[in-house]
């Protein structure tokens, strides 16, 4: 890894930072910190900012104010192969470029560690290979990425982000397309890379049980503010899902993992006793 983290520096930070379409402010003045070898999601109701935060991050969107540092530096110092040798992104909708196997496709994610001096070493082909196999894509990895379905392309592009065994990885929507039991294998194997590897992961999930199942530290956004920062047991709440995302909900305890489970309750229904009493009455 290349960064030398120190109990005070932030893998990231956001440092009153404005974040805008043309006139359009999402977040102005906002101050956000990501501590080392967390994994932290963000929540928020749709359109609340999360991806353009998640993008600035990234270096993907500049802040018209403020600015947004990666390790202690301003990410602006920094060359562009720099940030890629330290980040890297998952977009939202990232573009499949035509007639690429999957395999090329993935073996994209080592560019950043070659130049002319360092040409494709056996350690690029180990890592592809190790990508393809833990997002299960090994039988296909002689196909062409764009022949793939929704969710075979997005672990490919998972496997991408992965080879890149970058210190930072910042992931939109990662479980987009996936059927649940895929969900849980990409969140399960981001939760490995962070545990083994210490690597800071930053996600973006609608998915508020998974979110609270797979992450350290969740932060709702809302309102252009952090409405609610912490572990997910202080954040999962009644009154902030409500207040994010206008919905009432219980929330209790996984009886597996003793995470937070979120049960939205439909307001047409709020009005009937729950089932359990009843069945009983
Ligand atoms: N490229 C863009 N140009 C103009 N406006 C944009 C652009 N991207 C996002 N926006 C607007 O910025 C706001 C925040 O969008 P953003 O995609 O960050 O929200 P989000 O929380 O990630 O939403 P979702 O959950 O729907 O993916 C929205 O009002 C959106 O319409």
Not at 159 to 173: G, K, N, R, S
């Given at each position: 890894m290349n960064s030398t983290p120190d109990a005070t520096t932030a893998a990231l930070e956001a440092r009153a930072i404005t974040l805008a379409y043309d006139r359009n402010i999402i977040f102005e003045g906002l101050d956000l910190r990501i501590e080392h070898g967390q994994v932290t999601t963000l929540i928020g109701a749709n359109g609340s900012g999360k991806s353009t935060l998640l993008r600035a991050f990234g270096r993907l969107i500049a802040p018209s104010a403020g600015t947004v540092e990666i390790d202690g530096e301003s990410m602006r110092s920094l060359s562009a192969k720099e940030v890629a040798r330290r980040l890297s992104i998952l977009p939202q909708k990232p573009l499949t470029p035509s007639a690429t196997s999957v395999r090329d496709l993935i073996s994209r994610g080592r560019h950043p560690h070659q130049s002319l001096w360092r040409p494709w070493r056996p350690e690029d082909s180990l890592a592809v290979d190790a990508a393809l196999e833990a997002t299960g894509l090994v039988e296909l990895a002689d196909r062409e990425a764009g022949s793939l379905s929704?969710?075979?392309?997005?672990?490919?592009?998972?496997?991408?982000?992965?080879?890149?065994?970058?210190?930072?990885?910042?992931?939109?929507?990662?479980?987009?397309?996936?059927?649940?039991?895929?969900?849980?294998?990409?969140?399960?194997?981001?939760?490995?890379?962070?545990?083994?590897?210490?690597?800071?992961?930053?996600?973006?999930?609608?998915?508020?049980?998974?979110?609270?199942?797979?992450?350290?530290?969740?932060?709702?956004?809302?309102?252009?503010?952090?409405?609610?920062?912490?572990a997910p047991w202080e954040v999962l709440t009644a009154e902030t899902l409500r207040e994010a995302f206008d919905l009432e909900a219980m929330v209790i305890p996984d009886p597996h993992t003793g995470s937070p489970m979120v049960v939205p309750i439909d307001a047409a229904e709020l009005s009937e006793p729950p089932v359990y009493s009843r069945s009983l009455g």
């Open positions: 929704g969710g075979q392309l997005q672990r490919a592009w998972v496997a991408l982000v992965l080879t890149q065994q970058t210190p930072t990885i910042l992931l939109d929507e990662p479980t987009t397309f996936l059927d649940l039991s895929h969900q849980l294998e990409v969140l399960r194997l981001v939760r490995s890379i962070n545990r083994e590897q210490g690597s800071t992961v930053v996600m973006v999930l609608h998915d508020l049980t998974l979110a609270g199942r797979y992450s350290d530290r969740l932060v709702v956004v809302g309102g252009g503010r952090v409405i609610a920062d912490g």
